[in-house]
């Protein structure tokens, strides 16, 4: 989602006590931090219906930031950002994402400064997973999978497709698969996301055997957001899927307008070429 597409309410100087820093004084004395956050949500409903309940109460975001502060404690102002961002996201599901700036008055260094902050920018993201089995009881392996990844509080499966039968791809001798594909709202980046999509699959007892051999469960990142990702161990978009019905057709039934940010196809488009081919 482009920044565009979402509004923006701004809490600034927001004065704090909070028991976060190296030294055991700061940890047990306290002190002053000062808290800059941008909210970034839909608030053109609210606006057309004078409506609070279609934003975000941005005096509850201030007071659950306040208490989060004095209520836990942390070595690194980085912990402390990374930690209440997320909170933050989970507690106000309206939110798509949040700037927030911890700034420290009166960091021990030695030297005189105004202060010292960090700034971090965090929100949920959009991925395409695909699913697929082709051991035992298939339909169970993928269903429980599914809800596996549902458990979690920074994974939300938004939608699932179909689950369709398809001839295995790459290694013909094995048994047919069950394919689909999962609409997943994440707070975790691509390689975090990879992670645990890996213990999932390990929670069916997959193992990786042989390239394209048969799996119990089957889990991969096809899109992320509009993200271009290049890496030995994880491609983003998945430089396959384009030759791949098992994956074009529950994606289009899904997101059939969703463009593939290299190619410049829709998934549709990508769908029809490779059944003509």
């Known amino acids: 989602m482009s920044e565009w597409d979402l509004d923006r309410i701004h809490i600034r100087n927001l004065e704090v006590f909070g028991r976060h820093g190296v030294f055991p004084e700061e940890n047990r004395l306290g002190q002053k931090f000062i808290i800059n956050a941008t909210l970034y949500i839909h608030t053109r409903e609210a606006g057309l219906k004078d409506d609070l309940t279609k934003s975000v109460h941005y005096g509850e975001v201030s007071h659950f930031m306040a208490r989060y502060m004095t209520e836990h404690t942390f070595g690194l102002i980085e912990a402390v950002a990374e930690q209440m961002a997320r909170a933050v996201l989970l507690q106000f599901p309206a939110m798509q994402k949040i700037t927030l700036e911890i700034s420290k008055p009166w960091a021990p260094i030695g030297l005189p400064l105004d202060a010292v902050s960090v700034e971090i920018t965090r929100g949920w993201h959009s991925s395409y997973v695909a699913v697929g089995s ?144």
């Open 134 to 277: 082709n051991l035992g009881d298939r339909e169970t392996y993928i269903r429980r999978g599914i809800a596996s990844l549902n458990s979690r509080e920074d994974c939300v499966v938004e939608r699932v497709s179909s689950l369709i039968p398809t001839k295995p791809y790459g290694v013909e001798e094995q048994p047919d698969f069950l394919n689909g594909m999962v609409e997943l709202r994440t707070l975790l980046f691509p390689e975090e996301l990879l992670g645990v999509l890996h213990e999932v699959e390990q929670e069916a007892k997959r193992e990786r055997k042989v390239h394209w051999g048969p799996r119990t469960l089957d889990l991969d990142i096809i899109f992320y957001d509009d993200r271009v990702v290049d890496k030995e161990n994880l491609k983003i978009p998945h430089p396959d899927m384009q030759n791949r019905e098992f994956v074009l057709k529950p994606l289009a039934e899904l997101v059939p307008y969703l463009r593939h940010p290299l190619i410049g196809k829709t998934v549709e488009q990508m769908l029809a070429e490779l059944s003509l081919g």
